[in-house]
C-alpha cells in the first residue's frame, strides 16, 4: 500500500475554509484516495472518495491533480465541530484490503 | 440506510477471561466485515475480514479469533485475554465486492486488567 504523508496538525477558525494536502508519491494505478474524519472514542467516518481529478459531496471537496502523488481535502466554512483527526488513506479495492490509518492531521477549530 | 452496531461499548475484564464483543450491520446483504484495534495513540491494525459466512481470514496470529455465524454478523472472541489486548475495537463493513472504502462502528473500549 502507498505510504501517506500528512501534517501532524493545523488549526482554524470558524468559518474559514481549510485544505489538508496528503502526500502519496508511490500510489499504484489501482489505487483510490479515501479520507476519514474520527473524533476521540468513535469509529472513522467515511468523508470522500476520488480517484482523480475533482470530487465534491455535501460535506467536502477532494482535488487530485493529473499525476495523483497528492490530494487535497477542502472543508468549506469549518464549524467547531469539525475538531477531529482527518487520515488520508491510499489503496487498491481488492479483498483483505487493510485500511492503515497513519497518525492523520488533527484539525482544531476555534472560535 | 445502512447501520452498523457494536456492543458493549466500554468492557473491563481480569486477565485470563474470556471475552465476545458483538457487531451487526443492517441495511445491507453480503457484506464484507472486518475487526481492527486501535491501541492508545496509534493507528488502526486489522484483525479479521471475512466475505461470506463462515470465511474467515486472519491478518494477525494472536490468542484472538472471529466468527461469522449469520451474514450480517461478526462476533471476536478470545478464551484468554492478555494485558496486550486492551485497546479500542472496531468492526467496519464494506459493500460486497468493494474493499477500499470501509464504514465504521462506534468501537468497543476493552481494558484488560
Known amino acids: 500500500l502507498a505510504k501517506t504523508t500528512q501534517p501532524i496538525s493545523m488549526d482554524s477558525y470558524e468559518g474559514q475554509e481549510v485544505n489538508i494536502t496528503c502526500s502519496h508519491n508511490?500510489?499504484?494505478?489501482?489505487?483510490?484516495i479515501t479520507w476519514y474524519q474520527q473524533f476521540p472514542s468513535q469509529g472513522p467516518r467515511f468523508i470522500i472518495q476520488?480517484?482523480?481529478t475533482k470530487v465534491t459531496n455535501e460535506v467536502a471537496s477532494l482535488f487530485i491533480p493529473a499525476d495523483r502523488k497528492s490530494s487535497t481535502l477542502s472543508l468549506p466554512r469549518v464549524s467547531l465541530s469539525d475538531t477531529a483527526v482527518y487520515y488520508c488513506?491510499?489503496?487498491?479495492?481488492?479483498?483483505?484490503?487493510?485500511?492503515?490509518f497513519g497518525k492523520g492531521t488533527t484539525l482544531s477549530v476555534s472560535s | 440506510s445502512q447501520t452498523i452496531h457494536q456492543w458493549p461499548a466500554t468492557l473491563v475484564q481480569p486477565v485470563g477471561s474470556p471475552l465476545s464483543l458483538e457487531c451487526t450491520v443492517e441495511?445491507?446483504?453480503?457484506?464484507?466485515l472486518y475487526w481492527y484495534r486501535q491501541a492508545a495513540g496509534r493507528g488502526l491494525q486489522l484483525l479479521f475480514y471475512?466475505?461470506?459466512?463462515?470465511?474467515i481470514s486472519s491478518e494477525v496470529p494472536q490468542n484472538l479469533s472471529a466468527s461469522r455465524p449469520q451474514d450480517r454478523q461478526f462476533i471476536l472472541s478470545s478464551k484468554k485475554l492478555l494485558l496486550s489486548d486492551s485497546g479500542f475495537y472496531l468492526c467496519?463493513?464494506?459493500?460486497?465486492?468493494?474493499?477500499?472504502?470501509?464504514?465504521f462502528g462506534p468501537g468497543t473500549r476493552l481494558l484488560v486488567l
Open positions: 467496519a463493513w464494506s459493500v460486497p465486492g468493494r474493499f477500499e472504502t470501509q464504514y
Open positions: 508511490n500510489i499504484a494505478t489501482n489505487d483510490y
Open positions: 476520488g480517484y482523480k
Open positions: 488513506l491510499v489503496g487498491p479495492n481488492q479483498a483483505g484490503t487493510a485500511l492503515i
Open positions: 441495511g445491507t446483504s453480503n457484506p464484507n
Open positions: 471475512s466475505v461470506g459466512i463462515g470465511q
